[in-house]
Structure formats: C-alpha cells, structure tokens
C-alpha cells in the first residue's frame, strides 16, 4: 500500500508544489511513477474511470497503461500493480503504445506543410527549425530570457542536441552538452544550410534525466537570437503577443490550437486536453526496450484528437487554449503516439520555472543607450525618453521605410553605432 500526504483546498488538493483535481490525479503522479521506475512495460499513468468487461463503471481511478498485458503469474511481487493505491483509490490497466519523442522526422526530402517549412525572416513561431546536425523540428515562438531580458527561440531540448543529464545513464542518443550547437531555420531537411540559415546558437536547456529512475518536468530549451529580425507572433495562428497561462486558467476539455512544421495548424482536427497532469515514460531512441533510452516524465499535459494532430517534426511547437477570448500559450509538443492522436505537452509553469523564460509583448528589447534613433527588428525607433533600464527604451516614432530610417540614425549626432536587439 502507497501513502502521501496532501493538503485540501476548496476541493484543490495541494502537495509537492503541484495542484489536483482530485487524488486518483494526484496518485497518477507521486505514485504510480514509483511503480513505473520500477518497470518498463508501464508506459503512462492519469486519472480515469475504471472499466469492468469492456463497460465503464464510471468509478475513478488511476489508469495504467502498459505496452503488452502480462498475466500476474508470471510477474514478480514488485511488478504487479495493486488493485487499489493509497487512500483506496482503485486501479486499472490497459494496453497502451509507446510514447515516443517526436522532434526529428525521417524520410528523404521535406515532409513540412506548406507554408511552415519555408525559411521566415522575420522569425515567429510555427515554423521549421532545428540544430545543424540534425533533420527537422518546430521553433515554438520568440521569448525573452528572463536571467538577461534578450530574446530568444523556444522550443524542444531533442530539437537540439538532445543534451542528456550526465549524473544519470547515457542514451543511445544525444549530447552531454548542446550549449552553442548551431542551429538553422527552416531546419536541414528543409533546405536549411549553415551558415547561410543559421539565426542563433543553443543557449540553455534543461537536461534530460534518462534511465527511469527520476522523474523529468520538462524537455525544453532556447537558442539566442543573433538576428536582428524576430516578432512575437506564431504562423497561421496570429501576429501575437501570445503570453503564458498556467493549469488553472483552463480545464480539461479545453480546444486546443498549434502551429507546426509537419502538420501545420490545428485544428482540424479539433484536439482537448484530456488530462492535466499525466506520468509517462517517453522514449528517445530507436531501441525502447532499454532503460538508457527512457526519460519518465510527471505532471505533463495530454492532448487527445479523433485523428493524426501531431507528427514528427512538430516538436517545439506551442500548444494554445482560449483564455477570456484570448489565445495562451500551455506549453510546448514533445511527444506523441505513433497515430498522432495522443500528444504530451510540456507545461508553461515549468517553461517559466525551470528554463527561466518569459513571454514576449513584442517590445522591443536594445542594450541601454541614449541615441535619438534605434534600430530593432528592421524597424527604426525615435528615442524620447532615457528610462535607465539596462535593457530597454522608450519611443514613440516607428520609420517603416530603411531609407528613412538610416536617414535618421546619421543625422542623429548622439548616434555614432547603431544597437540591434539581442
């Protein structure tokens, strides 16, 4: 028998820095993934409702979902699931494919949909982009980083590089260390070439702890922006600015919205989120019979549709719901069955958290200086006022035209270089 403990909040249940719905969702992640450390036949676990001969009874549980039914006979004691978790919360177990990351995609020529594999200058999300060394993925969006306020690309660690954590075992596939990887946009399957498409170099990442042993909250990763050429909106989706939202902004059933290289924009067809909090073992090689190649993942977002709504290539992409009429961003597409119908999303709160970014408004983001006239993103900026800020400035003229613009920067005599954003 499985024991926590847990505070109840007006019907939240609190524990470990993470809110629940109720206690089989609570279990689904603090204890059915002791259980799935311990077997790699435990593919995903979430609050459901318990079927008996083919019939929902309606009853919630936690449901496992393992790769092939195996009678208990032949399992050892410590593999068997209970039929009942801490607090008497029932179980059940279904059969369930295995979860795959699906970031690259494989094939000879572009397998992109028109128009997200063609290269973009400006830079938004939506689009193909990936490391140099690597076929094809999804740029989710331009954040800021929240350490030094300059802008950046989001999107998947295994978008670039796959850097795996080196305190825990070593994949059949990755990186010790992505940081400075070059990376291109559209991405190499794509048409993408160093250095003519290079936009940025990986930044920072959040290591993957491979091997099922610990618990990951997020695959994610951003690269610097080192064009001066970037707008906050995702494509097919709208011109932005496009800001985060958490799990309590939205509720399960909420219609989802993404934009990405392989698929392009959905819907069609019309996906939900299923659950808010899922455990899942997601495997990033070819061999997923060995552990190396397993990173367990708790806490995650499944998006449920009727059919194909993600496909390799379209990791990286941002995952949105309608919240008061607006469209927000719950995190970014990581991973998926091999139908495309279930997808796993990294939630935002740990974007903001553990990879330390923010979402832009679209302002524009210069090194401190006092010029009368700026330049960011292609557009030229009047200078009215010296705010102080390290790493912003004020203004209240936008010059469309570069012959106008340049005009401006060498009449002005307070402007001897010209600042771009980062």
């Not at 590089?161 to 010790?176: H, K, W």
Request: net charge negative; proline share 5%.
């Amino acid at each position: 028998m499985y024991k926590y403990d847990h505070k109840k909040i007006k019907g939240k249940i609190f524990s470990r820095g993470h809110i629940y719905d109720s206690v089989e969702e609570q279990a689904a992640n603090e204890l059915a993934i002791e259980l799935m450390k311990k077997d790699i036949n435990i593919v995903i676990a979430f609050a459901g409702t318990k079927k008996e001969n083919g019939v929902d009874t309606g009853k919630p549980c936690v449901v496992f979902g393992v790769r092939k039914k195996i009678e208990k006979s032949n399992l050892p004691n410590e593999l068997i699931i209970p039929k009942t978790l801490s607090e008497d919360i029932l179980t059940d177990v279904i059969e369930h494919p295995v979860i795959k990351a699906i970031g690259t995609c494989t094939g000879g020529t572009s397998t992109a949909c028109p128009p997200h594999g063609d290269k973009y200058r400006p830079l938004m999300g939506g689009i193909s982009s990936i490391n140099a060394g690597s076929t094809a993925g999804t740029l989710a969006c331009i954040v800021k980083d929240s350490t030094d306020n300059t802008l950046v690309g989001l999107t998947c660690n295994h978008c670039l590089g796959q850097q795996y954590d080196t305190g825990y075992p070593t994949p059949d596939e990755g990186t010790s260390n992505a940081i400075g990887y070059n990376v291109l946009q559209p991405s190499p399957r794509d048409g993408g070439q160093y250095p003519l498409d290079m936009y940025g170099t990986v930044k920072r990442i959040t290591p993957i702890k491979f091997g099922n042993s610990t618990e990951n909250y997020s695959d994610s990763g951003i690269v610097t922006v080192e064009i001066d050429d970037a707008i906050p909106g995702i494509l097919e989706i709208g011109t932005g600015p496009f800001l985060f939202t958490d799990k309590s902004y939205y509720n399960v059933g909420a219609e989802t919205y993404k934009s990405g290289r392989t698929t392009g924009i959905t819907p069609p067809p019309i996906a939900t989120v299923t659950n808010k909090n899922v455990s899942l073992s997601v495997c990033y090689a070819d061999d997923c019979y060995s552990s190396n190649n397993l990173a367990l993942f708790s806490n995650q977002i499944q998006i449920s549709a009727p059919s194909r709504w993600s496909k390799g290539g379209d990791s990286g992409s941002a995952v949105l719901v309608e919240v008061d009429g607006e469209k927000k961003i719950i995190g970014i597409l990581f991973a998926g069955s091999s139908d495309g119908i279930d997808t796993f999303v990294s939630p935002s709160e740990y974007l903001v958290s553990i990879l330390q970014v923010e979402a832009w408004n679209g302002d524009i983001v210069v090194d401190h200086n006092t010029a009368s006239f700026i330049s960011s993103n292609r557009i030229c900026y009047e200078l009215v006022e010296d705010t102080g800020d390290p790493k912003t400035s004020t203004v209240d003229e936008v010059f469309n035209s570069c012959e106008e613009c340049a005009n401006n920067i060498l009449s002005s005599s307070s402007s001897s270089e010209m600042p771009s954003s980062d």
